[in-house]
């Protein structure tokens, strides 16, 4: 079956740096979700995105995050100061349709780690 | 605002066990209800899905039904597996017209031989 790709797995920056997270969703795809799940919290839904815009974010996405698909194929999150509280398991996830019944397909996840 | 709580894990069986990890839920509207399952390693799958009151979704020999009356999708599954060992979770759809699923924090199912 086809798969999502996260790369890094795991990502360890100094607070206030900038990070890029990757994520290669599948190929046919055509929208995508970035979540994240803060140790023994639930995981929260950040940002979903459609024909190269942001389509949905919640309260947690400020003007610290953004999204891309910079080239066609990959879908990166953006953090551009990083804090401790961002420390996190970050996932990517794509579907082909936006019925959030439909299935999502996940990443297995970039761990960031905030000094 | 809609929620899921789920069961706190680890839950540790013996092969051939039942097995059952409870989610309950609170919402508005008639949300959709999922199960994902994250194995060691990989992204998060979705395992079986509800869409509507007194549905039963029903995958891989595991079967949760959605009851309105209890606001509640248990999973369910007569004899576990070693292979089944992975972290299970509930969520639901978001308010109406939303892109998001709304996760609970997931539980971790250890099945020993």
């Known amino acids: 079956e086809p798969e999502v790709t996260q790369t890094p797995s795991h990502q360890v920056t100094q607070m206030g740096q900038e990070v890029i997270l990757r994520c290669v969703p599948i190929?046919?795809?055509?929208?995508f979700y970035w979540y994240r799940q803060i140790l023994g919290q639930k995981v929260e839904f950040l940002v979903s995105f459609y024909n190269n815009e942001i389509s949905e974010k919640s309260e947690i996405f400020d003007d610290q995050f953004s999204v891309e698909r910079p080239d066609g194929s990959n879908f990166t999150l953006k953090i551009r100061s990083t804090k401790l509280e961002d420390s996190a398991m970050y996932f990517c996830?794509?579907?082909?349709?936006?019925?959030?019944?439909?299935?999502?397909?996940f990443g297995s996840g970039t761990q960031l780690s905030v000094l | 605002g809609n929620s899921v709580t789920q069961m706190e894990g680890p839950v540790t069986l013996s092969e051939e066990a039942f097995l059952t990890i409870n989610c309950t839920y609170t919402a508005t509207g008639y949300p959709s209800l999922f199960w994902y399952v994250q194995y060691p390693g990989e992204g998060l799958q979705l395992l079986l899905k509800?869409?509507?009151?007194?549905d039963k979704g029903s995958n891989k020999g595991f079967e949760a039904t959605y009851r309105k009356e209890t606001t509640s999708f248990h999973l369910e599954k007569g004899s576990v597996q070693v292979s089944d060992s992975a972290v299970y979770f509930c969520a639901l759809s978001g308010p109406y017209n939303t892109d998001k699923l709304i996760f609970g924090t997931g539980t971790r199912l250890q099945v020993f031989p």
């Open positions: 996830a794509s579907s082909v349709y936006r019925e959030v019944k439909e299935k999502l397909f």
């Open positions: 190929s046919n795809h055509l929208y």
């Open positions: 509800a869409t509507k009151a007194d």
